[in-house]
């Protein structure tokens, strides 16, 4: 039994692009990054949003690979259980990574002011 399946991208994908934000963390309003109205409201929302959404990246990226891996052990012929799941927890973290970082932008501006 093999300990990788294809669906474990989806977790390296994500460990991948926060690691990208985290090493080389995007200029201010940049072409990449966490890009939304509040992010670019400011330079600290754009600090800040970048700074969150990348540690949230990778929690979710490693979330996704623990789960994949524990479907595998559990589940080893039941692929479409393990696409299912795995899909299903990419855009539950994508939502996730969304309202958090919007959250904590939110409390930056009552903050601020």
Request: aromatic share 8%; charged share 20%; glycine share 6%.
């Amino acid at each position: 039994m093999a300990f990788f399946s294809t669906e474990m991208v989806i977790g390296s994908l994500f460990i991948a692009a926060g690691a990208v934000l985290k090493i080389f963390p995007p200029k201010s309003r940049s072409l990449y990054g966490y890009r939304t109205p509040r992010s670019l409201k400011s330079v600290q929302n754009w600090k800040e949003g970048n700074k969150l959404s990348a540690n949230l990246f990778i929690l979710s990226g490693c979330l996704n690979i623990l789960v994949d891996f524990i479907l595998l052990i559990s589940f080893p012929s039941k692929i479409a259980l393990r696409v299912l799941v795995s899909l299903s927890l990419m855009i539950i973290s994508s939502i996730l990574i969304i309202v958090i970082t919007e959250k904590k932008l939110k409390e930056i501006d009552r903050i601020t002011g």
